[in-house]
């Protein structure tokens, strides 16, 4: 391994920008398609990761969704989280909150109770067994009517206990954030924190992420890096302290580039971006990937990667203390990797 990956991996880092779905592995696929008696189009690992050439974020949703079908009981839920978090135990990941597209499963008949049980269980063990802390963050598919969504909002609050957060995700094309401000006002209501993704040159993107913040008050943005187009924008996210999930190999495979001067440019200018995975199963990277290949392509020091590692867990909905307790926990590596941080 090289110097670069071992510190890589080996800095204790949160991940904020993880779907479930997407850390589906060809191999596991397999495994519950024979399970549930679904026959596959693919025959091989080789045919599915064929299957992978996306030009654009819609061209990836259009092979991501009709693979959920493998995915039907609360067994196969928690495998597919338990999975991912043996990962993120190996990527150096202390903390993570994962999203989830319940609207993916009930638009197709499996219960909301087989997703949310499976996922709870591999979260509880990841915390037994890995010591990974584990949240679930709830995303509405903005495709779907803002009344599915609320639908499902409510059919959430019975396992309010289990999920930090909502979010948004799937097409932003013609589905802008407005249209789900009643959603996500009641979710505020009840207690949860709210984000949303902002994907990269969106049609309308900068207009977005302003109702974002100014209107929906989100706590986070997912992906959001647009904000480099309008300098009182970067100063708004700046203010709001607002953390950016940025995706650098995600960005390279619905983009033509990781987008690593926005993500670097917008580091030096002090606002809260760390590094993040999307889908890893599609995209071929994990979360300490993700930071060795902007290290790569940036020409990041490690000093940048501690900050970014920083940057995960103050962009983090844990409790203050727990926060610190991580936040020295990284100055703690960066000091045994003989870096020297100002106190
Ligand atoms: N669903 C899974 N990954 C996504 C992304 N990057 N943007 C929107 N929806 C998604
Ligand atoms: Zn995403």
């Given at each position: 391994m090289s110097d670069l990956k071992s510190f890589a991996y080996g800095l204790p880092k949160a991940e904020l920008h993880l779907h479930l779905e997407g850390t589906l592995e060809p191999e596991l696929k397999f495994e519950l398609a024979a399970r549930n008696g679904i026959e596959l189009a693919e025959k091989t690992v080789e045919d599915v990761r064929a299957t992978?050439?996306?030009?654009d974020l819609t061209s990836f949703l259009a092979v991501y969704y009709?693979?959920?079908?493998?995915l039907q009981t609360a067994d196969d839920f928690h495998d597919l989280a338990w999975a991912y978090l043996l990962k993120a135990k190996e990527n150096g990941v202390v903390h993570v909150e994962m999203f989830f597209d319940p609207q993916a499963h009930t638009s197709r008949g499996v219960p909301f109770e087989n997703v949310i049980s499976g996922y709870r269980r591999a979260a509880v063990r990841a915390q037994d067994e890995l010591g990974v802390s584990a949240e679930l963050i709830l995303c509405f598919?903005?495709?779907?009517s803002a009344e599915y969504a609320m639908a499902t909002l409510m059919e959430a609050l019975p396992y309010k206990q289990w999920i930090v957060g909502v979010g948004l995700d799937s097409d932003e094309r013609d589905n802008p954030p407005a249209k789900f401000a009643a959603v996500f006002t009641r979710a505020k209501a009840e207690g949860f924190f709210l984000t949303m993704h902002c994907d990269?040159?969106?049609?309308?993107s900068i207009d977005n992420i302003r109702t974002v913040i100014?209107?929906?008050?989100?706590?986070r943005i997912d992906h959001?890096?647009?904000?480099?187009?309008?300098d009182s924008l970067v100063e708004l996210v700046k203010a709001k302290g607002l953390g950016l999930t940025t995706c650098p190999v995600s960005n390279s495979f619905v983009t033509e580039q990781m987008k690593s001067d926005e993500i670097v440019g917008l580091l030096r200018r002090g606002v809260r971006v760390m590094l993040n995975s999307d889908d890893p199963a599609y995209f071929g990277a994990y979360v300490a990937d993700n930071y060795v290949a902007l290290a790569e392509q940036a020409e990041l020091t490690s000093k940048d990667l501690v900050q970014l590692a920083i940057n995960s867990f103050e962009a983090s909905w844990l409790p203050a203390g727990r926060r610190a307790a991580y936040i020295e926990q990284v100055r703690d590596y960066a000091r045994s990797q003989g870096i020297d941080l100002p106190a």
């Open positions: 992978y050439n996306f030009t009709p693979a959920m079908q493998v598919l903005r495709d779907f990269i040159d969106q049609v309308g100014e209107e929906i008050a989100v706590d959001g890096t647009n904000i480099v187009e309008d």
